[in-house]
């Protein structure tokens, strides 16, 4: 095998994202024992940057999964509804279904509410769906990658706690690019990982879980080993994981929380990726026939997905994609599945800009301007 034959690409699709060379340097520094004074080296700062993000202090505990965001979003599955009890999953695109599916393939009695791609969620609707199923827990996605919808997490969580339940917040997509206040919106859980907006390789699960959904968890049977938030939570008070860690990624993530903390600033970080946002939503005004999905208000700051004209097919993005890849780039033909259900019923197809981690506006603005022709022909 020759490695000289992995492509060089800088990805624009929504995760995994580009990695700075500082970030693939770290995964040179030294591996250690997980067990030992060195974990704390990395996994305290990790922690302490990682509440510093989410806008909390001590009001939720930090959980770090191996595995990736599903590994933390199928352990509040596991570990916050009981036997008996109904779970709402609540969808607005693929990962909302998929949240969907973790519970039913989990044996957990899972009713779910759908609205249409490119819709956020509508709270008379899930209003209405809390009263008929009572559900005592209530999962959504925080910003929705397949569409590009941001939903009003706080809103959200409002009603859901209005109803009794519990709030298990998806923010995979979101997390590290835009501020989500989590101290006081409500969310009992909010599962996210690491190769989106953070810029670092896929491989750990970040789960932020309240006080109220620890104690919940104690009383929830049939738990499992690794999906089990309270095992744990014994091991990530102690700054570690509960089985052991990948070594270069942890030492990637520690170098680049530290810089986007103490270097970018978190401000900055989320005011780039409003500007990102910003210049992507001007380039598809100047393609004619082309269109924003996502309603003004919910427009993701992350992830952005574009109707395409009329008569454009899901074979026509795929030769854009090789076209991108011959100037060095990944492009995102859309959600595969959503495009080809859009296809069979006759409507426009969508594509996808990724604009978030540690893309710059230079690049994103380059990225773009290579692409424009290819979306012309
Ligand atoms: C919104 C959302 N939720 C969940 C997931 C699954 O996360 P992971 O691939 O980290 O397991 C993804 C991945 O793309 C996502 O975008």
Redesign the pocket.
Known sequence: MSTQEFAELQLFI??PTFIRPEVREAGLLPEFGHRDSENNKRFKPIMDHLKKLAGVRDDYHVIIFN?????A?EATVRSLVADGECVLNVSVGA?GD?YHKMAVVNGKKAVQLKFAAGEAIDLGKLEAALVEHKPACVTF?H???STGVSNDMRAVCACVRKHGALPLV?G??IFGGAAIDLSGSGAATYAT?T??SLALP?GF?ILFASDEAIEKAKTVKNKGFTTDINAQLGRAQKNQTLTTPNCTLANQMAVQLDYIVNTEGIEERFARHLKMRAMVHGFVSTLPGFELLAPEGRRSPTVTAVRVPEGVTIADLKKVKEAMRAKGYLFDPGYGKLNTELEEKGQRVLIRIGHMGDITPAMLADYLDALKPELAK
Do not use: R
């Not at 595995?67 to 590994?71: I, K, L, V």
């Open positions: 929504t995760g595995g990736s965001g599903s590994n979003m990962f998929l996605t910003n929705e990658t998806d995979v997509s990982s190769q989106k896929a699960g």
